[in-house]
């Protein structure tokens, strides 16, 4: 893999964690709206349990990557 190719798809994983964190505070906060006397608490456990998954899935993607890279010479 050139190193061209692995700087795209190491700012593809990257952008695309970011927007998977950003909608997974949004579900969170509309969840969370629709309860306003439990507004904290269904709002963290919902955050948290989209987080989750989103920060694992990036570090798999990452040491995936991390494989590929171009050795330096």
Do not use: Q
């Amino acid at each position: 893999m050139s190193e061209y190719k692995f700087f795209l798809l190491h700012k593809l994983l990257v952008l695309s964690v970011n927007i998977l964190v950003l909608t997974a505070l949004f579900i969170a906060m509309y969840r969370a709206s629709l309860f306003p006397d439990d507004f904290t608490p269904t709002f963290f456990k919902t955050l948290f349990l989209l987080l989750a998954p989103t920060f694992f899935l990036g570090f798999i993607g990452k040491r995936l990557l991390g494989k590929r890279r171009p050795a330096l010479i």
